[in-house]
């Protein structure tokens, strides 16, 4: 069983940066990989990025690379995500979720691929 909760969110104005992180409890945390997700208003989830469990092999969805940063401290049970260069499209609630699988496969983009959830934290990107 892994629990996991986000924080970091809030308001902040195109352009700038937030962290956003993830704290997880128990002991599976540190074998998987996690993803962050992030749903906007009227909208489907979507994924966002994912780091392997050793923090080796991370991803990106193509509108956030080179503006958001994935990594993980195993020893804190935590994962980030640095997002630099803000833009309203980036507005959505954010989640974080751990991969079910123990390979780093090609599912990894995938929500019905990550098992378990955090309940979410807001960011929201002001024009």
Do not use: H
Request: with cysteine; hydrophobic share 30%; net charge positive.
């Amino acid at each position: 069983q892994v629990q996991l909760v986000e924080s970091g969110g809030g308001l902040v104005q195109a352009g700038g940066s937030l962290r956003l992180s993830c704290a997880a409890s128990g002991r599976a945390f540190s074998s998987r990989a996690v993803g962050w997700f992030r749903q906007a208003q009227g909208k489907e989830r979507e994924f966002v990025a994912v780091i392997s469990w050793a923090g080796g092999s991370t991803e990106y969805e193509d509108s956030v690379k080179g503006r958001f940063t994935i990594s993980r401290d195993n020893a804190k049970n935590r994962v980030y995500l640095q997002m630099n260069s803000l833009r309203p499209e980036d507005t959505a609630v954010y989640y974080c979720a751990t991969f079910r699988y123990p390979n780093f496969d090609g599912t990894r983009r995938l929500e019905g691929s990550y098992d378990y959830w955090g309940q979410g934290t807001q960011v929201t990107v002001s024009s």
